[in-house]
Nanobody, 127 residues
Framework: QLQLVEFGGGLVQPGGSLILSCAVSGTLDYYSIGWFRQAPGTAREGVSC?????????YAGPVKGRFRITRENAKKTTVFLQMISLKPEDTGVYYC????????????????????WGQGTQVTVSS
């Protein structure tokens, strides 16, 4: 059973930055890791994902160029989401999730394809 824990959420002003961490209990070698977010009253949406086996990354349109997903390479147990130029619409609970399924690109943001989820961390962008 894989366990994921997110760290790094908080309150930040528009234009600011945050780094979220997703600590995974096992090695990431066999899992794709996705970051999702959910704002109040909205559906959960995919933000970014990484395939640790290949290092391939994917970003949702609204965050492209502002967010960057990376993995910690030494022990392969942590994935980071670096967020810059944050906007109020980036506000929400951010979740990291893992899947052991080999997914095509168009399914990497389908949350029902992910087996394991963290508890979420709140990100609030407000002045």
């Amino acid at each position: 059973q894989l366990q994921l824990v997110e760290f790094g959420g908080g309150l930040v002003q528009p234009g600011g930055s945050l780094i979220l961490s997703c600590a995974v209990s096992g090695t990431l070698d066999y899992y794709s890791i996705g970051w999702f977010r959910q704002a109040p009253g909205t559906a959960r949406e995919g933000v970014s994902c990484i395939k640790p086996s290949s290092g391939d990354t994917l970003y949702a349109g609204p965050v492209k160029g502002r967010f960057r997903i990376t993995r910690e390479n030494a022990k392969k147990t942590t994935v980071f989401l670096q967020m810059i130029s944050l906007k109020p619409e980036d506000t929400g609970v951010y979740y990291c999730a893992a899947t052991d399924k080999q997914l095509p690109a168009w399914e990497l943001f389908s949350d029902d394809k992910y087996n394991y989820w963290g508890q979420g961390t709140q990100v609030t962008v407000s002045s």
